[in-house]
């Protein structure tokens, strides 16, 4: 361990971002805020950041990772670790080039290769951290990343383990709603989770959240009632706002150095680099036709910009369909190839193909040395506004309210080049006077467009030089009426807590949560849509079919794209999108929706996980919900209205659209496992080749003969495999094609060792799917592995061996697992005692024989032998599951957990086999049931209805100790003690404190069960 102070932060920071004949120095505020967070027995983060743009905020990351790291003395000892372990960066919109998330992946790389110096120091400093300050036998890196930008089942890599130092690249929406136990595109199963992990150690960097400030008075009301509990569990939590202009009444941070005025300091470069900008007056846009005349004024001014010295131009605008009018008027003069257009209407998927192929010569880092041999054009909207570390030539924008305009010249000359920087600032002649109905910056719009009228100069034109404007502004009142206007969320009352900490099953009402993200606004989430090729949702087996195969390879968040859900119930309802909505969340202006207006109706999948039925398949608009995570039928279909993606991939897709499909690409980088889906759909665009040919004649097969020889489909599969790990695909796309002879490669070598039964599943009468088993361990870290793990649709079922998992060593595990996990956090010895005997505890249930029967496929007939945890014999499809569900005679919804409860509470009654020390405090009792029977999501604050008059009498011993049960479990009855116990123990340890709790538990039941996948 290291002993790392404010003076080793310079060290640390150089180490980092210096290249060779580039040295880099923090800047001094950074050096300030180094000495407030670490000095002293807390770890004091301001309420506020207050800097302009282009000033180095993201550098926040690297001073929340160094002050965590110069607490790692304090494992094992009385002083708590203060510094938050979880660190959010957060913005109020969708963002196409992501600089936060882009540091933070060098800055765990640099720690996670360090090989000595002051970058080890904090590299092992972290690791012990992430280790609880033990010999844990899972070895964990310094510092994870992820980016949460969508709400996707089985999407939460981030919330693996509690002791992890990680950063978390995100929106307001996405950890605003997982905060407030209600999050968006997940079920309700791991809310607790998500919540307490968010609340709990944890810091959240709000930035440039001009539009953001109900999340913030929210986050403000959350860190209030965390300390309403008998016993605060004494976790921090930071909300931070950065901004140039922060609400006044915040305990505020501002940058006090005189660097920012010093021409020859790389801050002062920046700060006092001039950016004349001109103003024009689109007279012609007013009524029906002036969009036309505005979209060629935008793009005309960009053209006029074009010099030997300014070849790349950045074009604002304020919405997605005038963003999309330039692109196409701009396509329609020059080389497609030289425009771009960025919107947050993208999937991640093509949004990371275009920057790392695109954009990489606008990077800031590259900007003095760049050399562009033709003029490029970048269209953007709003989601180029923050979190895009890029420098631009030249700059066209729409008018909007100042507050945004200052951020959108933050990516012109962002580096203070010593170039003719130019900008023209463009609005629409019917706003001038009056812009109340824009639905994001109303009237803030035409007063900023009058006060820079005022301040131009004889040229017509302002300076929007960050420190020029500074000097220019207006106070109090006169700026905020030029600012985007504020909202304010409701007021938080206890009430409204109550109701959300409920999650399974939630009350009715339930509590609007966009209303505490982004205030009273018309808008409210976007939903997710991703596209399938093997979908027919016409026919009873088509649904059966479709319905299995997601089942098995689930939407991930890489793969969807983030629609406003007004634009896409008008889709539904019509065909027609009419996008006209600004790329900021929680605005979408949204008239009423009828049903289906003409025509067949198209079907979707409102995706829910395992909890997905034919119910959720809809052609109606209005059972669309924010949140939704929609899956649409690749073929058919008019996909172009509903989203932006890469011209060239927008020709294919046109031609062949089942390339839109890239489930099996998303699922191997999320999940960490193979997969292959053998559908006609999808092998008639695979490469050409033998692999292809033997597929085609597979599935043929199998049609006509729909019991064919397991063993000649087998081999089959094995001859398909084999081909397609070795091909070497040419061409435009060929990148496209690495990870299916990757995936090919792990799956063939899989079936080498556990067998093609456990692997090979029939999906109706056209298609498989060949599903790996292992985990591949060098994706483990950013996978969501085991995130929302249960036994019928775990991830993880057997030892890596591919035998199953024994009762008794999973119990052991995991109570191993929570006691670390509980150790790392500095919890009381009560507390850490509590969960290990939760975790030893937890799937006692699993003992009843019909659970067993249906650990080895149903077949109730095998008796004897050892209790199993875990099985490869588990079904894995919903139909599947149910026949082996029939057969074990296990009853429908069926809960292992609540008859665990009820066998602890045997051993509880009669006292032998408890501790003592547990036994004497009521609590430390309430708390382990409560945890053992929320360790799947239920139990907050009521159990399900299960119906199970056939429930046999179980007996067994334990460890020792002898659990026994007569019949029904009955905790569905009001007077079960079920509901009481939760809200006592929310009375105790707060609402988040108790949701922090249950994350220990069900965390170290995850990463157990990960543990024996791929280590025994």
């Known amino acids: 361990m290291f002993r790392l102070s404010v003076a080793d932060f310079r060290a640390f920071f150089s180490a980092l971002w210096s290249e060779p004949d580039k040295p880099k120095q923090p800047f001094q505020w950074q050096i300030d805020l180094v000495e407030k967070v670490i000095s002293g027995e807390e770890n004091q983060w301001p309420e506020a950041i207050a800097l302009p743009t282009a000033s180095g905020k993201t550098a926040c990351l690297d001073i929340a990772i160094f002050a965590l790291a110069a607490q790692a003395d304090r494992l094992g000892t009385t002083r708590p670790i203060t510094a938050p372990r ?59 990343v992820f980016a949460l930008r969508g709400g996707m089942y089985r999407s939460e890599a981030w919330a693996r ?13 996405q950890v605003g709603s997982r905060m407030l136990f209600r999050a968006y595109g997940r079920g309700p199963g791991m809310w607790p989770v998500y919540a307490g992990l968010i609340a709990n150690d944890s810091l959240i960097l709000l930035d440039e959240a001009h539009c953001a400030q109900p999340f913030l008075q929210t986050m403000q009301s959350v860190k209030r009632y965390r300390s309403w509990a008998e016993y605060p569990l004494g976790r921090c939590f930071y909300p931070v706002v950065m901004s140039a202009t922060p609400p006044p009444e915040l305990e505020m941070f501002t940058d006090t150095s005189s660097e920012r005025k010093n021409p020859d300091h790389p801050l002062g470069r920046r700060q006092l680099a001039s950016k004349p900008a001109a103003l024009v007056e689109v007279k012609a846009a007013k009524g029906a036709k002036g969009l036309e005349s505005f979209v060629k004024a935008l793009a005309d001014k960009a053209e006029e910009l074009i010099s030997d010295e300014r070849k790349a131009v950045v074009i604002f605008a304020n919405r997605v369909g005038t963003a999309r009018a330039v692109y196409e008027l701009l396509c329609s003069r020059w080389n497609e190839e030289q425009i771009i257009l960025l919107t947050g209407r993208m999937r991640p998927i093509d949004r990371d193909d275009t920057v790392n192929e695109r954009l990489k010569l606008l990077a800031s880092a590259c900007s003095e040395e760049r050399k562009l041999d033709e003029p490029l054009f970048v269209m953007a909207t709003q989601t180029l506004e923050v979190g895009a570390d890029l420098d631009f030539d030249g700059l066209v924008t729409e008018c909007a309210a100042l507050d945004a305009l200052r951020q959108r010249f933050g990516r012109l000359n962002r580096m203070g080049r010593p170039i003719p920087a130019r900008a023209v600032i463009l609005i629409q002649g019917a706003q001038v006077d009056k812009s109340d109905d824009d639905p994001i910056y109303g009237s803030a719009l035409a007063a900023t467009w009058k006060w820079l009228k005022e301040q131009a100069n004889d040229h017509g034109e302002v300076d929007f030089g960050i420190s020029t404007m500074e000097q220019s502004l207006p106070a109090g009142a006169d700026l905020s009426a030029m600012n985007t206007p504020a909202k304010n969320a409701p007021v938080m009352m206890p009430a409204h807590v109550d109701c959300f900490g409920q999650t399974r099953p939630a009350p009715d009402p339930d509590p609007d949560v966009a209303l505490f993200l982004h205030g009273p606004r018309d808008g409210v989430a976007d939903v997710q849509i991703c596209w399938r090729a093997d979908l027919e949702l016409n026919s009873d087996a088509g649904i059966n079919e479709a319905l299995a195969s997601l089942s098995l390879c689930p939407p991930s968040s890489s793969e969807a794209m983030p629609v406003p859900i007004g634009v896409f119930r008008r889709w539904l309802a019509s065909g027609i999108s009419n996008d006209d909505t600004p790329d900021v969340e929680g605005v979408d202006p949204t008239a009423p929706i009828e049903a289906v207006e003409s025509g067949a109706p198209h079907l979707v999948i409102r995706w829910h996980g395992r909890d997905t039925t034919r119910e959720d398949i809809t052609s109606d608009p209005r059972r669309i919900r924010p949140g939704d995570v929609i899956v649409l039928p690749a ?42 889906r053998i559908h006609p759909a999808l092998v008639s665009i695979w490469p050409e080749g033998r692999a292809k040919e033997l597929a085609k004649e597979l599935l043929t097969k199998i049609a006509e003969v729909p019991d064919m020889d397991t063993e000649e489909v087998a081999d089959y599969i094995k001859e398909i495999l084999s081909n397609l790990s070795t091909i070497q695909p040419t061409g435009p796309f060929s990148a496209r094609w690495s990870w299916l002879a990757k995936g090919a490669a792990h799956l063939l070598e899989e079936m080498k060792s556990i067998g093609y039964r456990r692997m090979i599943v029939r999906i109706g009468r056209q298609a498989l799917c060949i599903t790996g088993q292992k985990l591949l361990e060098e994706m483990i870290p950013q996978a969501d592995t085991f995130s929302d793990e249960d036994d019928v649709g775990a991830s993880g079922i057997t030892k890596g061996s591919g035998e199953p998992v024994k009762l008794d060593e999973h119990l052991k595990g995991v109570a191993a697992f929570a006691r670390s996990y509980a150790k790392g956090c500095g919890l009381s010895e009560e507390l850490v005692n509590a969960l290990e005997y939760a975790g030893i505890w937890h799937d006692l249930g699993k003992a009843d024989p019909r659970y067993q029967a249906l650990l080895r496929g149903g077949n109730k007939w095998i008796t004897g032998g050892d209790l199993l945890a875990k099985s490869g014999d588990m079904r894995r499809t919903p139909q599947a599951t149910r ?9 429908e919804n069926g809960r292992h957990e609540l008859l665990s409860v009820r066998l602890i509470e045997s051993v509880v009654k009669s006292g032998a086999g408890v501790p003592t020390s547990l036994s004497e405090d009521p609590t430390i009792i309430d708390l382990i049931l409560h945890l053992v029977a929320s360790h799947h999501g239920y139990c907050r604050p009521f159990a399900p209805v299960v119906f199970d008059d056939e429930a046999p009498d179980i007996e067994l011993t334990m460890n020792g100790v002898h659990f026994s049960w007569q019949g029904p479990t009955h905790l569905e009855r009001l007077d079960s003690g079920v509901s009481d116990r939760y809200w006592r123990l929310v009375k105790r340890f707060g609402w988040w404190g108790l949701a922090w709790l249950e994350a220990l538990l069900r965390l170290a039941d995850h990463r157990c069960s990960e543990w024996e996948e791929t280590k025994r």
């Not at 720690?111 to 300050?133: F, M, P």
């Not at 073929?635 to 011209?647: C, K, M, T």
């Not at 026949?883 to 009853?891: D, E, H, L, V």
């Open 86 to 144: 979880r660190i959010f960066f957060v913005v109020d919109r969708r963002i196409i080039v992501d600089e936060a998330y882009a540091r933070a992946e060098k800055l765990a790389d640099k720690l996670s290769k360090a090989e000595g110096g002051v970058l080890k120091a904090v590299a092992d400093n972290l690791r012990l951290i992430a280790q609880g300050g033990t010999n844990s036998v899972v070895k964990k890196p310094p510092l994870l």
């Open 161 to 173: 383990d509690p002791l992890q130092p990680i950063i978390v690249a995100s929106t307001v929406d």
């Open 635 to 676: 073929v058919g279909w008019s996909w172009q209205e509903l989203g932006d993606f890469p011209a060239a991939k927008k020709k294919e897709f046109s031609i062949n659209p089942q390339f839109l499909d890239v489930g099996d690409r998303a699922y191997i980088q999320s999940r960490a496992k193979a997969i292959l």
């Open 883 to 891: 026949a082996s569900r029939i057969a074990a005679n296990y009853p």
